[in-house]
């Protein structure tokens, strides 16, 4: 029977992140009754997303699918009393995002061709981290090194030693990089100012702030 005395230590770490990527997420959606219209409607406005965004730069294939979806739909109605529901048809959804370098001068060209689109997509803003990774990995460091503090501060009260770390556990659980300036992308002379096929952006994003922690056992002597 192991007679090895240890000490478990939670660490935390947080940093701050300027976000140097700007990620404009679509969605798209239309009633039709039948099923095969729907698929065909959404299939050709996404193919007019990707004609407008290919004036910009883009690939066709950097528009990517968060969310796909084609559900029936009904309205309620009364009739003599008595609530019915009524067909409507098939409701298609198509969530979509699309990213790039952080560049306010594109990024008023390309809202002012979404704006002016035929398609007509919603469209709502926001900025993210190009290298998500090398930001985990220095938070992660930050956790550790808070657990290593602490623990040494423990053992140094506590009058004994710390020796190898035994075990190390990370949730492995999702951070999200993400920062969203505005609630929703309402585009008008009060936010941006049109001019010559573009709108005038002025946007600095907040610096992204995350957390997480670490669980750190150690044996001591």
């Not at 710390?162 to 929703?184: A, C, T």
Request: negative net charge; contains cysteine.
């Amino acid at each position: 029977m192991s007679s090895m005395r240890t000490i478990r230590v939670i660490g935390k770490g947080q940093i701050k992140v300027k976000p140097d990527m700007t990620r404009i997420t679509l969605s798209l959606e239309g009633i039709y009754p039948e099923y095969g219209e729907a698929l065909r409607s959404s299939a050709e406005d996404t193919e007019r997303l990707r004609d407008l965004l290919t004036g910009f730069g883009f690939a066709r294939t950097d528009l990517k699918t968060l969310n796909f979806s084609v559900d029936t739909e009904y309205e309620s109605y009364q009739e003599r009393g008595v609530y019915k529901q009524r067909f409507l048809g098939y409701k298609f959804q198509h969530r979509m995002k699309v990213e790039f370098l952080s560049d306010n001068d594109r990024l008023g060209k390309i809202l002012y061709a979404l704006a002016n689109s035929p398609v007509k997509p919603e469209f709502r803003l926001s900025y993210t981290v190009k290298e998500p990774e090398a930001a985990k990995n220095r938070l992660l460091g930050k956790a550790v090194a808070d657990a290593r503090e602490k623990a040494a501060a423990l053992t140094q009260a506590a009058g004994v030693l710390l020796k190898d770390i035994q075990s190390i556990d990370y949730s492995w659980g999702q951070i999200h990089f993400e920062v969203q300036p505005m609630n929703r992308m309402l585009l008008s002379e009060e936010c941006c100012k049109a001019q010559a096929g573009s709108y005038d952006m002025d946007i600095e994003p907040e610096d992204i702030e995350v957390s997480d922690t670490v669980t750190v056992v150690w044996e001591i002597g």
